[in-house]
Each structure stands twice: as structure tokens, then as C-alpha cells.
């Protein structure tokens, strides 16, 4: 696909549209187009985690500050989200996260099929509410979806960006 | 050595209390917080172990020209270490840390944390880009911790406290009550309305 056409611009256009200005990550390779996005835009304070969990807590702090985060990540990192999710859940806190899947369509690796496979079910046990976005241009759709459900109704959200979408990580096999 | 007592370095931290914003990790420091005084600009925390300082990050982002100020227990840092990391590449310049450490898990028995075997927190903070890093074992440093607490700069403390067990003196535990409060007296009114 062209960079021109790629769902990364439009989500970021709903970034900036919707008044998020932190935004927190740990990289994948799906997520570098909107991680340079991000960092490249000086109204966006763009936060590098060493884990995710750091993400979720981060929200916390910048929702009691007054300020929108998102939270980008990997489906392997949802599992290290588990117990900090509690805290947005308890305390009806915003948080939009875009996931984006490994261990599912066509993965490579058998060591990350059991967290890609169990990551939704996950989320959805600990109070986020999440969508899944199959093809390109459901991307754009489910995230301005996941951002509005957040801010407007106090609860985290994900978009669960499918492999189809992203292409699966081959190891040139 | 004498070591500190907890609940008298808070009240010294928060006595009088400056415009700053308290995030306080769960358990003894949420007690410890609140013993000195329950305010709405506190945030006791009563889960999310080892979101602490990822919270107070969050925090000092959203409010660059507010003070924030994050007081925590060894265990809780511990299972959180990776956001000392995290911090010392943002560097904000307006969030303090107090680590009170009794080398103890407080709450599940007094099983010893790995600081009891001698893992120094301020060296690690230092290693991740603490320009200002310290141990506390004086109340004599308090006066000057409670400056630099109230000033400016990213700062870490590691305060050495005695494993004695305060009274508990428990914050509400609804946490979007919590919120709403910390939110209203930051934001205003104004922050139920708009988003």
C-alpha cells in the first residue's frame, strides 16, 4: 500500500481532530508510520514506555490532568496491561489504545499465538471495550468509533488492528 | 541508626501544603497522605501496583506549570522500576519522587523487599537520568527535602523509614469520587461539561 493511502494518516488526522495530545507506545512494526507521525508533530507529546502498563497508568495521570492520551501497543503487550486496566475500569477513566495484532491471520511465530489469541478476550474481561478493524480502510472508522465511546462515556476502548490489515511478519519463510 | 518515621516525613512534605499535586501509591503511602491531612488534590491509589510514578508522568505532562508530587513504598517501585526509565527520558521538570522505604512488603506480612538485600533505588534512578537523586536518613535533610519538593526540577528521593505500623487512616476508596474531586479543584467546574 502507499504511505499516501495508508490508514496512519487518517488516524492521525483524528488525533489531532479530537484534541489528544499525549500519546504513549511501545513500537510495532505496524504502528511506526503513526509513531513518527506523532513525534514529528509538535502539539502531541509522545511518550516512549518500557512497558505498556506504563501507558495505562500514564492515562490516568493525564485524564486527572486534563488532558486526552491514546495508548499504542502490541497484542503481546495487552497481557502486561491485565492488573493496570483495573485502575481506568474503577475510576470510569478515558482511554482509547490501538492494538495491533500478532499471533493471529497468518502469524509466523507459535510463541506469540497464545497472547494475540487471548488478547481481546482479555480486554473485554477487564472492562475495555474493544473493535476490530479487518481491513485498511476500517481502521480510520473503528478508531474515531473507539476515541468518541472513550471521552464521551469515561471507559477505555481498543482497536484491534487484524494482521490482514498489517500484513503478517513472514521471517522471509 | 534511627530511622524516620513515615507519617512525620509526609507531614513534614505536605505541612503547609503548597500548590502541589499528590499521587500516592497503594497502601502505606495512600494512608500516609491522607493521615497528613485528606485534601481533593490528593490522589491515593488503591490498586494499579506499580502505576505510580507512570500516573505522577502523566500528571506532570498534563500540567507542565504544576507541581507534582509522587510518594511511594519500595515495593511498589519495584514492581514498576521500568518508569524510572521511562522518566528519565522525559525528564519533566516539574515532578518530584519520594520512595519511603522501610525495605519491608508493609501490608502482607513484612517480608523483606529486594531493597533489604541491598538494591540501592537512588543509584538505579541516578542510572536512568536522575540528575537529582538522593537517600534520606536524617531528619535534619527534611527541610531541605521539603524545598526541592516544593521548587522545581526532577527530582528522587529514597527515604529510608522504620518498619513500625501507623493507625490506618483511610482515603475514600470510590475512585471516580477521587477523580471527580482531584479533577474539579485542578480543572474546575468547567471539567464536567467539556471534554
Known sequence: MSLENHWSNTVFDLICKQDISIVSFVPDAGLSQLIELCVAHEGIQTVRLASEEEGVALAMGTWLGGKKSLLLMQSSGVGNCINMFSMLTSCQVPLPMLVTMRGDWGEFNPWQVPMGQGSEHVMKEMGVTTFRAKKNDEVAECTEGAIRLAFNTYRPTAVLIDQRVLGAKTFGR | MTLLDRRQVVKRLLEPRSALLVVAGLGAPAWDITAAGDHPLNFP?????????????????????????????????????????????????????????????????????????????????????????????????????????????????????????????????DGPLLKNRFREALLGDRCHFSN
Open chain 2, 45 to 173: 491509589m488503591w490498586g494499579g501496583m506499580g502505576g505510580a510514578l507512570a500516573t505522577g508522568l502523566g500528571l506532570a505532562l498534563a500540567q507542565p506549570t504544576r507541581r507534582v508530587l509522587v510518594v511511594t513504598g519500595d515495593g511498589e517501585l519495584l514492581m514498576g522500576l521500568n518508569s524510572l526509565a521511562t522518566i528519565g527520558v522525559v525528564q519533566p521538570a516539574n515532578l518530584a519522587i519520594t520512595v519511603l522505604d522501610n525495605e519491608v512488603y508493609g501490608e502482607t506480612g513484612k517480608q523483606k523487599t529486594h531493597t533489604g538485600f541491598g538494591v540501592d533505588l537512588s543509584a538505579v534512578a541516578s542510572a536512568c537520568g536522575f540528575k537529582n537523586s538522593s537517600i534520606i536518613t536524617h531528619e535534619s535533610e527534611l527541610t531541605s527535602l521539603k524545598k526541592e519538593v516544593d521548587g522545581s526540577g526532577l527530582i528522587f528521593a529514597q527515604v529510608k523509614v522504620d518498619l513500625k505500623s501507623d493507625e490506618l487512616v483511610l482515603p475514600p476508596r
